[in-house]
């Protein structure tokens, strides 16, 4: 926790909360909020909701399937982030909102 500036006290909701979403409740107990300053909760909600769940299901796929289909499902999430965020980026700094005029 201490790598995401999160107190101990925030490790038993991320650990919850990533396994399931209800878990999340745990950061609005009031010993937790007492705790936590309002980044370190959003930083703890982000943790849960968004990082953890990802290298989990890429762990629970590639036991199920194989990891070669693991890493060939991640390389093409992979290439569409790139083109998105390229998209992204050339229509933000060439002006383009994404509508013909």
Known sequence: ?????????????????????????????????AVLTPLQILTGVYLAGVLLPCPIAALT????????????LMARKERSRRSFFRCFWLGAATGCNGYRN
């Open 1 to 33: 926790m201490g790598l995401f500036g999160l107190p101990p006290e925030a490790a038993y909701p991320v650990i919850l909360a990533s396994i399931r979403k209800d878990g999340l409740l745990l950061f609005a107990e009031p010993d937790t909020l």
């Open 61 to 72: 796929i590639a036991r199920e399937q194989s990891v070669r289909f693991a890493l060939g």
